[in-house]
T-cell receptor, first 117, second 109 residues
């Protein structure tokens, strides 16, 4: 159980393109989903917390207009990197927490490796 | 401030036992998680401790001492596939997950 699907797994695109990443909880309802960014050999960096039906909460230093998050249902959250540039190249990972409680573990998608040329 | 400390890297031998320590200073405590992350992949959940003591799950065990702000992950009968980074994360009083930088475990034959 507790499977999270993230698509696409890899994106290579030109500078200026907008890229949409989907995160789905397949066998459970996720009131809260999280978006992380990870640079090589570094730990996870939380970008934003996404709650179903409300606006996402962004961490300090993360541009809201650059990284658009939509959590339209209990099983789907999307992250759109708008007008991506080479410095946005990174490994983006989503996670979902079961609706049962705030002390439930986060279950992670497989991640999206974004490369902007 | 909030802080999670764990060793950057450890090396162990196949078939042996290794203990990865994690100490934390956080504003409140609502549990501690251990995750495994293989290179280039997303983390996978290993364990959750909220009460003091040892939780055993197959070859992996996790220990917690809240009074000492300390946890460890114990891996027995090490296999080559256990080579990965192990992330310690603490849930603070606001139920925010504070992540450690991870311990890279290298298993040698």
């Amino acid at each position: 159980g507790a499977v999270v699907s993230q698509h696409p797994s890899r994106v290579i695109c030109k500078s200026g393109t907008s890229v949409k990443i989907e995160c789905r909880s397949l066998d459970f309802q996720a009131t809260t989903m999280f978006w992380y960014r990870q640079f090589p050999k570094q730990s996870l960096m939380l970008m934003a917390t996404s709650n179903e039906g409300s606006k996402a909460t962004y961490e300090q230093g993360v541009e809201k207009d650059k990284f658009l998050i939509n959590h339209a249902s209990l099983t789907l959250s999307t992250l759109t990197v708008t007008s991506a540039h080479p410095e946005d190249s990174s490994f983006y990972i989503c996670s979902a927490r079961e609706a049962a409680g705030e002390n439930q573990p986060q279950h992670f998608g497989d991640g999206t490796r974004l490369s902007i040329l | 401030g909030q802080n999670i400390d764990q060793p950057t890297e450890m090396t162990a031998t196949e078939g042996a036992i290794v203990q990865i320590n994690c100490t934390y200073q956080t504003s409140g405590f609502n549990g501690l998680f251990w995750y495994q992350q293989h290179a280039g992949e997303a983390p996978t959940f290993l364990s959750y401790n909220v009460l003091d003591g040892l939780e055993e799950k197959g070859r992996f065990s996790s220990f917690l001492s809240r009074s000492k702000g300390y946890s460890y992950l114990l891996l027995k009968e090490l296999q080559m596939k256990d080579s990965a980074s192990y992330l310690c994360a603490v849930l603070d009083s606001n139920y925010q997950l504070i992540w450690g930088a991870g311990t890279k475990l290298i298993i040698k034959p």
